[in-house]
């Protein structure tokens, strides 16, 4: 059985910073094209990351360039996002899924159940 889990969600105040980390049983994650997700309060699922399989490239929604950084681990089997500089804006529930491309669509692949990220102003 495949179980995909997010971890690392919290409270922070803006301007700070969290790192959220996606791990995986049943799969291996360098198999796959890894991306992070985020639906906000009313809003739709939106794509924020994705990392290619090898790591070798990786692709970024616009409002979070330079200030989101995806990296894997291939030994630990993990994918992690380094948050810094976080806004209001980012709050949001963010998920992983295995599957996602560099047009950054929602992709139809494993998921995560999600951990919420809060950002105080």
């Known amino acids: 059985q495949v179980q995909v889990v997010e971890s690392g969600g919290g409270l922070v105040q803006s301007g700070g910073s969290l790192r959220l980390s996606c791990a995986a049983s049943?799969?291996?994650?360098?198999?796959?094209?890894v991306g992070w997700f985020r639906q906000a309060p009313g809003k739709e699922r939106e794509a924020v990351s994705c990392i290619t399989r090898g790591g070798d490239n990786s692709y970024y929604t616009d409002s979070v360039k330079d200030r989101f950084t995806i990296s894997r681990d291939m030994a630990k089997n993990t994918v992690s996002l380094q948050m810094n500089s976080l806004k209001p804006e980012d709050t949001a529930v963010y998920y992983c899924a295995t599957d996602c491309s560099r047009a950054l669509l929602l992709p139809i692949g494993y998921w995560g159940q999600g951990t919420q990220v809060t950002v105080s102003s």
């Open positions: 049943g799969i291996s994650l360098g198999d796959y094209a």
